[in-house]
């Protein structure tokens, strides 16, 4: 098949294609396609370029961050002080239950806290202050070893 593709086109009867062409109903565009046509991106593109934008957000404050501890600034949640982790009140919450003689488990559910809160209780009440009561500190140490399933 050599020749002009112009022949590929050529009809012997022009009528009846005319008359075919003619009954067909228009061609109703989708709102992508509309989209297209117009030059708006589509959903893929809107979704790369957020992409592209969430990460230049944040390498920009990776940066500013790494930025500030060369300047000498704490980064990072602020730091608490065993005292006063043990002034809030579901710590002292969980001392009571604890002097009381309750098990790990029952002092959590008896504080409303998690059982992890009560182990940081238990570690940090005999380093933060050797003035609190002994008693307190007592109780603490002997529930630390406690098998008791109160």
């Known amino acids: 098949m050599h020749g002009t593709s112009?022949?590929?086109?050529?009809?012997?009867?022009?009528?009846?294609?005319?008359?075919?062409?003619?009954?067909m109903k228009?061609?109703?565009l989708t709102e992508v396609e509309t989209g297209i046509l117009n030059g708006e991106p589509d959903r893929v593109e809107v979704g790369?370029?957020?992409?592209r934008k969430a990460t230049q957000r944040s390498q920009?404050?990776?940066t500013g961050m790494s930025r500030a501890k060369l300047w000498g600034t704490?980064?990072?949640?602020?730091?608490?002080?065993d005292e006063d982790f043990l002034q809030k009140p579901?710590?002292?919450?969980?001392?009571?239950?604890?002097?009381e003689g309750l098990?790990?488990?029952?002092?959590?559910?008896?504080?409303?806290?998690?059982?992890n809160t009560v182990h940081s209780c238990q570690e940090t009440a005999p380093r933060a202050n050797r003035s609190k009561p002994q008693a307190i500190l007592r109780g603490l140490h002997r529930n630390s070893f406690s098998t008791d399933k109160n």
Do not use: C, N, W
Request: hydrophobic share 40%; charged share 30%.
């Open 6 to 23: 112009t022949e590929y086109y050529k009809f012997d009867e022009a009528t009846s294609v005319l008359m075919d062409l003619r009954r």
């Open 26 to 28: 228009p061609k109703v």
């Open 48 to 51: 790369i370029q957020a992409d």
């Open 60 to 62: 920009a404050i990776r």
């Open 74 to 81: 704490h980064v990072g949640r602020p730091t608490e002080t």
């Open 90 to 99: 579901s710590s002292q919450k969980v001392i009571s239950a604890l002097y």
């Open 103 to 115: 098990s790990l488990r029952k002092a959590a559910e008896r504080a409303g806290v998690a059982l």
